[in-house]
């Protein structure tokens, strides 16, 4: 025997007892295993499997300990060692008591002989408490991982450099990308660059100062589409206290910034023409009116009205009214600067303001440049109408320094170049302040005017042409105010349409007219045939009544014709039901109606028709050239034949000089009214007229 090998020999006496300790004592199992059993095993591996040393020496393997599912497993794991495939193998499997219950043990194997022949000796460790806690958090991290995919918005984490850790489906939608795609990269590689560079900006500050962080932004989709959100982000920890990343949340903001956006266009807009509207308006003006007192710079603000507008949305109706609005509103638009703004008030009002305006003959042109742009038809739906504009012009800070002031001396301007025949601007001036005053006690005191019976009617003759008798008379109305003493209807039948009261005004009439009418109708032997006109404002229309006055002829026993009805040709034109109806009803009940003023508005002959017109009034504008100038009487004449032809029979207004009742008469019109047969007269004094009338008629016959 060689020295060595009496060393071994004598190491291994003296070891044995060692190992022989160790293999007791260990708290990891043991074996050998040799044809596929067991030749050893230690206490503990006996103990962790519930079985004795003797029993698993005794014909058991490695199969009786292994949970069926494994049992493939272990068995190549074996077979690897014996064949020498592999010297060693390290693996984990689910083993199997004698009762029956499982654990988790990890094995290390070694190949080696054993007397001689392949044996394997291994080393076995029980691992189901640390497999049990690595299942829980599996479990963990999988049930927190469909909370997030279950969450609508994206959730996204990144570590503590900005690169992502991962993010949740709604993430990935945004991204239009799997999370596996995302998992380590960075901002710039997922976002627009100036999106990037704001995100990793944002990214570093919180970093920096750890915590949460909230802020708007917005995001660009996959698809493109870039929306409003806001970011909620907060640092987190590693294990060892250490900065470990940050998650986010990414809210999609965009409807309710489309709804603040929507509110606040509809507060600050208007829908119609979209253009500003009154309030903000205001705003725009106090920051010119600013900014001009910063320059020491003179600012004009223009007042515009568009003249009759009331009577093409009466008689067009309001959905071409509307339209012309908007072609209005663009038409304005057109003749301004950039510097300047418009905006609607309401209504037909527009104002408008012209910072830099040292010069102020520029903003007279830039009035005149809107008037002209008004002047020209519209065409609405194939229709033509024509309107015109008022303007008033205030200054800022030579009328007023005060915005309220400023708007209100526009206004007052514009209302006094509504009163120099419209059509035209007019600057303000300190006396229209008591104007503007007037109007608006006007308005005020209109309203008790029919209660407190105040109002007055005046009958004018109408006179037929052909024997200058009295056949018609117009009535006429007139206001005993109170302090300022008899007003014309010109001075309160605007304000009266503006403010609604005319339908009250036109049914007091209505009323007065009739009650005159019955008396002078029971009297047959003095005027019989006088049938009296009274004049309707389109707003009477929608007042509803008309038809009770077809009524009260009928119940005061009064014949249809005792009555007629004074329009202006606009109210043909009116497709509304009430205006429409109520023309038919007149012309069913036999009340005659007139077209006043003809030859000043629309003139639309096939409505004449429609309606059965009787009469035509040629205005006074017509009549009081006639003697002077040659296309007033071509003009009037053509009226007439016109007329006639359509069988409607002529009224002319305004004759002030045999003269014109001469040139009318010969001209075939049929009736006439005015200054030189009489001035419309109280109803007293129209009485005592008629009769002497018919005194002198029966005297010299
Ligand atoms: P209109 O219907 O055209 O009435 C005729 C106007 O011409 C009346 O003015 C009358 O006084 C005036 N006139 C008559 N003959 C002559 C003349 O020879 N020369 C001149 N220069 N003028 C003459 P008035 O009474 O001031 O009425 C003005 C307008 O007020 C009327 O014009 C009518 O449109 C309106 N109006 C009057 N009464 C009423 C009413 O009861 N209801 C409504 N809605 N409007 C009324
Ligand atoms: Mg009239
Ligand atoms: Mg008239």
Redesign the pocket.
């Known amino acids: 025997m060689s020295t060595s090998a009496h060393l071994e020999d004598s190491l291994m006496q003296q070891a044995a007892p060692l190992l022989k300790g160790l293999f007791s004592n260990a708290l990891i199992g043991i074996y050998v295993i040799q044809d596929g059993r067991f030749v050893f095993v230690n206490p503990r591996l006996a103990a962790l499997f519930g079985y004795t040393q003797e029993a698993l020496c005794s014909g058991m393997g490695p199969m009786d300990l292994t949970a069926p599912r494994d049992q493939p497993l272990a068995k190549r794991e074996i077979d690897r060692r014996i064949s020498g495939d592999a010297k060693a193998s390290f693996y984990s499997f689910e083993g199997m008591r004698k009762d029956g219950s499982t654990l988790d043990v990890e094995v290390f194997g070694v190949a080696t002989t054993y007397s001689g022949r392949p044996a394997i000796i291994g080393m076995l460790l029980d691992v189901s408490e640390r497999c049990q806690a690595e299942r829980a958090v599996a479990d963990q991290l999988r049930f927190i991982a469909q909370l997030l995919d279950t969450i609508p918005s994206p959730v996204f984490y990144k570590d503590s450099t900005g690169r992502y850790l991962g993010c949740n489906t709604a993430f990935e939608d945004y991204l239009g990308k799997k999370r596996t795609e995302l998992i380590g990269r960075t901002v710039y590689d997922i976002s627009p660059k100036d999106l990037a560079d704001q995100y990793f900006a944002a990214d570093k500050r919180l970093f920096d100062q750890r915590g949460t962080q909230t802020y708007e932004t917005n995001v660009v989709y996959a698809d493109g589409t870039r929306r409003d959100v806001v970011f909620y982000k907060a640092t987190f920890n590693d294990a060892r206290g250490e900065l470990g990343g940050l998650v986010g949340v990414l809210l999609d903001i965009s409807e309710r910034k489309r709804m603040e956006q929507a509110i606040w266009r509809e507060a600050n807009y208007d829908a119609l023409t979209g253009l500003p509207n009154r309030r903000l308006f205001h705003d725009r003006l106090r920051e010119e009116i600013k900014r001009a007192q910063r320059h020491g710079t003179r600012l004009a603000q223009l007042f515009i009205d568009l003249d009759r507008f009331k009577e093409i949305n009466d008689t067009l109706g309001h959905d071409l009214g509307d339209k012309l609005l908007i072609e209005a509103a663009a038409r304005i638009h057109k003749v301004l600067r950039a510097s300047d703004t418009v905006s609607r008030l309401g209504g037909d009002e527009f104002v408008v303001v012209l910072p830099d305006m040292d010069d102020k003959s520029a903003a007279a042109t830039v009035a005149q440049h809107i008037i002209d742009q008004m002047q020209m038809p519209f065409e609405l739906d194939g229709k033509l109408a024509y309107v015109s504009a008022s303007i008033g012009i205030a200054f800022y800070p030579d009328d007023s320094t005060e915005i309220d002031t400023l708007l209100s001396y526009a206004d007052q301007a514009m209302y006094a170049a509504k009163a120099q025949g419209r059509n035209g601007f007019c600057h303000f001036a300190q006396p229209m302040q008591v104007s503007a005053m007037r109007r608006l006690e006007t308005g005020n005191d209109l309203r008790h005017a029919v209660a407190d019976k105040q109002l007055v ?2 009958y ?1 003759p109408i006179v037929d042409l052909t024997d200058n008798r009295i056949v018609k008379a ?5 206001w005993q105010h109170p302090t300022r003493g008899l007003l ?3 001075e309160f ?1 605007p304000i ?2 503006d403010i609604g009261v ?1 339908v009250d ?2 049914h007091w ?1 209505f009323e007065q007219a009739m009650a005159m009418a019955a008396r002078w109708h029971a009297a047959t032997d003095t005027a019989q045939s006088v049938q009296i006109s ?4 389109p707003r ?1 229309f929608m007042g509803g009544k008309s038809t009770e006055w077809i009524d009260y002829l009928r119940q005061h026993g009064l014949p249809a014709s005792v009555l007629a009805v ?1 329009i ?1 040709e606009g109210l043909l034109l009116d497709t509304r039901p009430a205006v429409i109806d109520t023309l038919l009803a007149f012309r069913d009940a036999g009340v005659q109606v007139s077209i ?2 003809f030859g000043t508005g629309y003139s639309a002959m096939s409505y004449l028709k429609k309606f059965d017109i009787d009469y035509l ?1 040629i ?2 504008s017509f ?2 050239d006639l003697t002077t100038d040659a296309s007033d009487l071509a003009i009037a004449e053509a009226m007439i034949v016109m007329a006639h032809k359509l069988g409607m029979k002529v009224v002319a ?4 000089t045999d003269a014109q009742r001469d040139l009318l008469r010969s001209a075939g019109c049929d009736y006439a ?4 047969f009489s ?2 007269l109280p109803a007293d004094a129209f009485e005592i007229l008629l009769q002497t009338l018919a005194r002198d008629g029966a005297e010299t016959a």
Request: proline share 5%; aromatic share 2%; glycine share 10%.
């Open positions: 009617l005046h004018q117009e009535a006429l109305v007139r014309g209807p010109d039948i009266a349409e005319i005004i036109g009439v009274i004049n309707m404002s009477q004074e202006t006043d003023d009034k205005d006074r009549v009081r207004e305004g004759v002030e009214q005015g200054y030189l001035r419309p």
